[in-house]
C-alpha cells in the first residue's frame, strides 16, 4: 500500500512480504506517545525485589541475558532504566516473539525517562552524570570518575536536593 501526498507523490509505503514480516517505509516517523526506545527483557528477581517503573537494572552476573535490579554502587552491568514512570511512557519498543529478544519488561536504553534516584551521594542537579547506588534499582550522582567508568547511566536533566524521588534522565550508558 502505498499514500501520497494531494500532489500525487508517494510519502508512505506499507509492505507486507512473503515472510508475514511488515514494513514502513517513510521520510520522517514522529512519534508521540512516549519519550524513550525500550527493548522487552526478560527479568530475574533472585531477592523478590519486584521490578517497578523508574527502576534501574543491570545484566544478570549468571549469565542468562536477563536482567534484575541494580544492587550496587556503580555497577558496570548497568543497563537501562524500567520504562514508564511518571506517565512517561515508551515511545518505541522493539521485541522479537518467541526469541531471545523477548520479554516483559520495557527497559529503556535510550531517551528520557524517569529514574528512581538517591541523594545520599550529594544532590543530584541537572547535568550530572547518574550511576547506580547501594539502594536496589536507584540511582545516584556519580561523584568518583575512576568508578564511573563504564557503570554511567545517563545525564541527570531534573534535580533531587536530599532524600529518595523520581530524576528525569536523559539515558546514554557510558
Not at 13 to 37: K, P
Not at 129 to 148: E, Q, V, Y
Not at 154 to 174: H, I, P, R, S, Y
Request: with cysteine; net charge negative.
Amino acid at each position: 500500500m502505498m499514500l501520497r501526498d494531494i500532489g500525487g507523490t508517494t510519502r508512505i509505503n506499507l509492505y507486507v512480504a512473503s515472510n508475514d514480516r511488515g514494513r514502513v517505509v517513510t521520510d520522517e516517523l514522529e512519534i508521540r506517545g512516549g519519550a524513550d526506545l525500550a527493548e522487552h527483557f526478560d527479568v530475574n528477581t533472585p531477592d523478590g525485589t519486584e521490578l517497578s517503573p523508574g527502576m534501574l537494572v543491570s545484566i544478570s552476573a549468571d549469565g542468562s541475558g536477563s536482567l534484575e535490579a541494580t544492587t550496587s554502587a556503580y555497577d558496570r552491568r548497568v543497563a537501562g532504566i524500567v520504562s514508564g514512570a511518571n506517565g512517561v511512557m515508551p515511545g518505541l519498543t522493539l521485541r522479537q516473539d518467541g526469541a531471545v529478544a523477548d520479554g516483559e519488561v520495557p527497559v529503556a536504553l535510550t531517551g528520557r525517562v524517569y529514574v528512581l534516584a538517591d541523594a545520599s551521594n550529594g544532590s543530584i542537579a541537572p547535568g550530572d552524570l547518574l550511576t547506580s547506588a547501594d539502594l536496589p534499582g536507584h540511582a545516584m550522582k556519580a561523584t568518583d570518575r575512576d568508578r564511573a567508568q563504564g557503570a554511567v547511566i545517563g545525564k541527570a536533566m531534573t534535580c533531587l536536593d536530599e532524600g529518595t524521588g523520581m530524576v528525569l534522565v536523559l539515558v546514554n550508558l557510558q
